[in-house]
């Protein structure tokens, strides 16, 4: 079975600064994706980034990016410039290849200070 | 293109009741997923629908939760009787078939609190 771990609880960051949310997983399969949502208060789940697991190049969407370390099974989310509106939990997720059920890490609460 | 939406957004029940949950897919949709989202956990996957016909039921309590999707498009999911410890959020989320990456999109969820 997969196991999606989040270490970091609660982090904040300075309005415009960079911050890094942390996540590890456990996996036997070779062939995966992972994903990191966000969900704001109003509990919408939102795909920030995604990364497949054959692709050694890191995933970068505007001011997210990842640091994917497959041999580490290590899947950071960099987010630069932070902004007020990337307030909110945070959640890494797993899947395997060709499955359909997502694994979810535990969450990490961003606070933007202004 | 419309999102997944679910109602009702909030309720409240005395533990022993019955309640309901109600979601629509995005259209053409095929695979529907029902979680339940403990509060400070991430979600849970309670039960997986192919169409109208059921994948993954593995984690849920069948001896209160069931779940329906009978034509393959609306789904509902019920709890009978509730226990203090089924208060959460729950969220319902869509993918389409066929899809290389296996993008869900979920909707708002519904907050149940069970007192």
């Known amino acids: 079975a997969q196991t999606v771990t989040q270490s970091q609880p609660e982090m904040s960051v300075q309005e415009a600064e960079t911050v890094t949310l942390s996540c590890t997983y456990d996996t036997s399969e070779s062939d995966y994706y992972l994903f990191w949502y966000k969900q704001p208060p109003s509990r919408q789940m939102i795909l920030v980034i995604r990364?497949?697991?054959?692709?050694?190049q890191n995933a970068t969407e505007n001011r997210f990016s990842v640091n994917f370390q497959k041999a580490a099974k290590s899947f950071s989310l960099k987010i630069s410039d932070s902004q007020l509106g990337d307030a909110a939990m945070y959640f890494c997720a797993f899947i395997q290849s060709g499955g359909s059920r997502l694994t979810f890490g535990e969450g990490t609460q961003l606070t933007v200070n202004p | 293109e419309a999102g997944v939406a679910q109602s009702p957004r909030y309720k409240i029940i005395e533990k022993r009741q019955s309640v309901a949950f109600w979601c629509n897919p995005i259209s053409g949709h095929a695979t529907l997923y029902w979680y339940q989202q403990i509060l400070g956990q991430g979600p849970k996957l309670l039960i997986q629908f192919q169409n109208n016909g059921v994948v993954d039921d593995s984690q849920l309590p069948k001896d209160r939760f069931s779940a329906e999707r009978l034509k393959g498009v609306d789904s509902t999911l019920k709890i009978q009787p509730a226990k203090l410890e089924d208060s959460a959020v729950y969220l319902c989320a869509s993918r389409a078939q066929g899809r290389i990456f296996n993008e869900q999109f979920f909707g708002p969820g519904t907050r149940l609190t069970v007192l």
């Open positions: 990364q497949e697991a054959y692709k050694q």
